[in-house]
């Protein structure tokens, strides 16, 4: 199969950051007709009026497509959550336990303080997308997903069991496990995570540009999520979790935490997918399974992938006085998306 006609995709969690960045990135997610994006700027989006305003600053950088999320903190306002997206304003409500990613500190650390937000949620329908990782020192980074998954995810499903769950970027094998034993609970799966392990990222030297959180895992774990992810299985869908940072951050002493996979998202996906021989089953993660989890319905409009010579991607994109490098898988690729097919 050389051409592929598949209904628009739409990306489940994304990173646009704000200003200058906005404008940098915004653009480069033009393939996708709607994304979640996230609201963990500085400082975070916690009202509905915030994110009224941020999603008016998306829509001007040139990405017409945004569904807007609202950063959970202990001081969230039930009644402000419920109004905003009965309002349309916002599609789902943000968890991030403190300390676990970029921008995470005014994330929650005491659960119970949230417990009147979720009992809201669940009763007005409003999703629930989770970071779900715990941030304990003494937990080891590599298992601090699996963790989350027994300490804190299975209890929070039990207490909340209308409560529509999205667990953001899945990485590991127990939490692919508890999406599939589970109801009413879906799982964005990421580009890097799919095409890379922990040995892409550490063998040979440490690739600052491989370095996410949730960070790769092992082998093992990512043939879990190919198998999910290519399995036709409508829990699972694509959240890129593209997370730009300027080259000079991630290229640091101490980098920080995110791929940069928007403009080439797709392309990446059909490389896997072809190795997995299902190619057939790309429409259902990239463009049906998410807006069906959503209550949405899938875009009407088609894009078009094409098999030929390697893509010629740039290293970095630069404009508006910021730099941001591409995720670099490590190999080419050879599938090209064109637009209204």
Not at 116 to 130: R, S
Not at 278 to 295: I, N, Q
Not at 303 to 317: C, E, H, N, S, V
């Amino acid at each position: 199969m050389d051409t592929l006609s598949i209904r628009r995709p739409d990306d489940w969690h994304l990173h646009l950051r704000d200003g200058d960045m906005l404008r940098l990135v915004a653009p480069q997610s033009r393939h996708f007709a709607r994304a979640i994006i996230m609201p963990n700027l500085v400082p975070p989006v916690v009202t509905g009026a915030e994110a009224a305003a941020y999603r008016d600053r998306v829509t001007a950088a040139g990405f017409a497509g945004p569904l807007m999320t609202l950063y959970l903190t202990e001081d969230t306002d039930p009644a402000d959550v419920v109004q905003a997206h009965a309002d349309g304003i916002i599609t789902a409500v943000k968890l991030y336990p403190a300390g676990a990613t970029t921008n995470s500190a005014s994330g929650v650390r005491d659960f119970e303080a949230v417990r009147p937000v979720l009992a809201a949620m669940e009763k007005a329908g409003v999703p629930l997308c989770i970071h779900g990782e715990v941030t304990d020192r003494d937990i080891d980074i590599f298992d601090r997903e699996a963790t989350f998954v027994d300490r804190t995810l299975a209890p929070l499903r039990a207490a909340h069991p209308a409560l529509k769950i999205t667990s953001e970027h899945v990485t590991t094998r127990e939490a692919v496990q508890f999406v599939q034993d589970h109801d009413n609970i879906g799982a964005t799966i990421t580009v890097q995570h799919l095409m890379a392990n922990r040995n892409d990222m550490l063998a040979g030297g440490m690739r600052p540009h491989f370095y996410c959180l949730p960070i790769l895992k092992r082998a093992t774990h990512q043939e879990a999520l190919r198998a999910a992810a290519t399995s036709g299985d409508p829990k699972f869908f694509l959240g890129t979790d593209s997370a730009p940072h300027p080259t000079h951050a991630k290229e640091a002493t101490c980098c920080a935490a995110g791929c940069f996979t928007a403009p080439h998202a797709l392309s990446c996906l059909a490389h896997v997918f072809e190795e997995e021989d299902a190619l057939d089953r790309l429409e259902g993660f990239t463009s049906l399974h998410g807006p069906a989890h959503y209550g949405l319905d899938a875009n009407v409009d088609r894009i078009t992938l094409t098999k030929g010579a390697a893509l010629d991607l740039p290293d970095r994109i630069e404009a508006h006085g910021q730099s941001v490098t591409l995720f670099d898988p490590g190999h080419p690729l050879y599938w090209h998306v064109e637009d209204n097919a």
